[in-house]
């Protein structure tokens, strides 16, 4: 049946020989999960979710118990004052644009101190080739970055930058995005914050938190971020979810992130949840086991790719804090194989061949391959990249570790 799939009979029995030398780190991950399920259900019972906030609104949707419940529930797990869970949040990106124009204000000054940005928000930023008419550049907004060293934060230089007391917002993004760096333990945040708070007490800590929730047994908030961002259709609506973005932290913040989603005056009181609270609610309720499948899923690729010679990043045994993982493949035509191989290998659109193409937001083409039962959802086994040297696979993803693994599998057999 393996062959039958696509598979080769080489690699199989190269993943038979990988997947108990990872063992160990599988052993990791459970307990991860299962201190995130702890977390998840004791918000769940300390908030009191009942049936009737499964139950839904239309219109303006004014003050609604169960949107509301949800939003308690989010600001329960991330220990934040409060948190905006809508499915009218539409994606990370859009939830990041809401969180900065909601924050700052023409003459500020925003600071990453985690080098570039991801594509999109560098379009958002006004500092991508593509240059929007609405970037925050354009409002008046000034933009400023500091690059990381090995991997981690310049802190003596953030430290000099932002005692002058003139940096509005600092923005962190813990997943890697399109680049070559790693991704950002809690450990790495934590410090930083830590050495920020000593010189600055007032600028506003905003971490992109996209692929990184419950990918560890903390999230940013809990070590002195004032407000994190992430995508419903990514890790914590576990596939379920068909929409939506959540923005948690400090409450005046999460106000004025509110009346830019909905207007001046209004802000949280409205917004219907059309449908999605019952989705929203067992998503998140699941997100501990599928995030912990995903990175199940991540490990094996990395240590079947690393076997067959390509440079990965991480390695199978090193610390993760997110679900991404990168394949180096070199060469345009692996890169593109690779993710063909992917969508081959996918339960839904399995007959589709994607090609890189143009795509808003980004400078370079792009393959994406997804063959999910929501539209964009990275939480499933997904891959993607820039047609740009190194030529690196950016996959992420899989809703059960059975699944992920054959769909990687399909993959390696397509190019190699």
């Given at each position: 049946?393996?062959?039958?799939?696509?598979?080769?009979?080489?690699?199989?029995?190269?993943?038979?020989?990988?997947?108990?030398?990872?063992?160990?780190?599988?052993?990791?991950?459970?307990q991860i999960k299962e201190w995130n399920s702890l977390k998840v259900l004791s918000a769940f019972q300390k908030c009191g979710l009942t049936e009737m906030h499964m139950h839904s609104s239309t219109?303006?949707?004014?003050?609604?118990?169960?949107?509301?419940?949800?939003?308690?529930?989010?600001?329960?797990?991330?220990?934040?004052?409060?948190?905006?869970?809508?499915?009218?949040?539409?994606?990370?990106?859009?939830?990041?644009?809401?969180?900065?124009?909601?924050?700052?204000?023409?003459?500020?000054?925003?600071?990453?101190?985690?080098?570039?940005?991801?594509?999109?928000?560098?379009?958002?930023?006004?500092?991508?080739?593509?240059?929007?008419?609405?970037?925050?550049?354009?409002?008046?907004?000034?933009?400023?970055?500091?690059?990381?060293?090995?991997?981690?934060?310049?802190?003596?230089?953030?430290?000099?930058?932002?005692?002058?007391?003139?940096?509005?917002?600092?923005?962190?993004?813990?997943?890697?995005?399109?680049?070559?760096?790693?991704?950002?333990?809690?450990?790495?945040?934590?410090?930083?914050?830590?050495?920020?708070?000593?010189?600055?007490?007032?600028?506003?800590?905003?971490?992109?938190?996209?692929?990184?929730?419950?990918?560890?047994?903390?999230?940013?908030?809990?070590?002195?971020?004032?407000?994190?961002?992430?995508?419903?259709?990514?890790?914590?609506?576990?596939?379920?979810?068909?929409?939506?973005?959540?923005?948690?932290?400090?409450?005046?913040?999460?106000?004025?992130?509110?009346?830019?989603?909905?207007?001046?005056?209004?802000?949280?009181?409205?917004?219907?949840?059309?449908?999605?609270?019952?989705?929203?609610?067992?998503?998140?309720?699941?997100?501990?086991?599928?995030?912990?499948?995903?990175?199940?899923?991540?490990?094996?690729?990395?240590?079947?790719?690393?076997?067959?010679?390509?440079?990965?990043?991480?390695?199978?045994?090193?610390?993760?804090?997110?679900?991404?993982?990168?394949?180096?493949?070199?060469?345009?035509?692996?890169?593109?194989?690779?993710?063909?191989?992917?969508?081959?290998?996918?339960?839904?659109?399995?007959?589709?061949?994607?090609?890189?193409?143009?795509?808003?937001?980004?400078?370079?083409?792009?393959?994406?391959?997804?063959?999910?039962?929501?539209?964009?959802?990275?939480?499933?086994?997904?891959?993607?990249?820039?047609?740009?040297?190194?030529?690196?696979?950016?996959?992420?993803?899989?809703?059960?570790?059975?699944?992920?693994?054959?769909?990687?599998?399909?993959?390696?057999?397509?190019?190699?």
């Open positions: 049946m393996y062959s039958e799939f696509g598979i080769k009979k080489e690699i199989l029995e190269l993943s038979k020989e990988v997947e108990k030398e990872i063992q160990p780190q599988f052993e990791k991950v459970e219109g303006y949707g004014i003050d609604e118990v169960g949107r509301n419940k949800i939003e308690e529930i989010y600001a329960e797990i991330m220990k934040t004052e409060d948190a905006l869970v809508r499915a009218q949040l539409i994606s990370g990106t859009h939830a990041l644009a809401v969180t900065l124009f909601g924050l700052l204000r023409p003459g500020d000054t925003m600071l990453s101190i985690s080098g570039a940005p991801y594509d999109t928000l560098q379009t958002i930023i006004g500092i991508s080739k593509e240059q929007s008419k609405s970037s925050l550049k354009k409002f008046g907004i000034k933009y400023e970055q500091i690059e990381l060293v090995d991997n981690d934060f310049d802190i003596e230089t953030i430290k000099t930058r932002v005692e002058k007391q003139d940096i509005k917002l600092i923005e962190i993004q813990r997943s890697k995005g399109y680049s070559t760096r790693k991704s950002l333990t809690i450990d790495k945040i934590e410090k930083a914050i830590k050495a920020i708070r000593e010189v600055n007490k007032n600028v506003i800590i905003m971490v992109d938190n996209c692929y990184g929730e419950f990918v560890e047994e903390k999230e940013p908030t809990e070590v002195g971020a004032d407000i994190i961002v992430g995508s419903l259709m990514k890790n914590l609506g576990a596939g379920i979810a068909t929409s939506g973005a959540y923005i948690a932290g400090k409450k005046d913040l999460i106000e004025l992130c509110a009346e830019r989603l909905t207007a001046p005056g209004v802000g949280k009181e409205i917004g219907p949840s059309l449908n999605q609270n019952t989705a929203f609610i067992k998503g998140l309720f699941f997100a501990p086991s599928v995030v912990a499948s995903s990175v199940k899923t991540a490990i094996f690729a990395s240590r079947m790719l690393e076997k067959l010679g390509y440079k990965v990043d991480p390695k199978f045994d090193e610390p993760r804090a997110d679900i991404v993982q990168t394949i180096e493949l070199g060469e345009a035509e692996k890169l593109i194989k690779f993710c063909q191989g992917i969508q081959k290998g996918s339960p839904i659109d399995a007959n589709v061949t994607p090609e890189p193409s143009d795509m808003a937001g980004y400078d370079d083409q792009v393959i994406m391959a997804a063959g999910t039962f929501t539209e964009g959802s990275t939480i499933e086994l997904s891959c993607d990249g820039p047609i740009r040297e190194p030529y690196i696979a950016y996959m992420q993803g899989g809703l059960t570790y059975e699944y992920g693994k054959l769909g990687i599998l399909k993959a390696i057999s397509n190019f190699n």
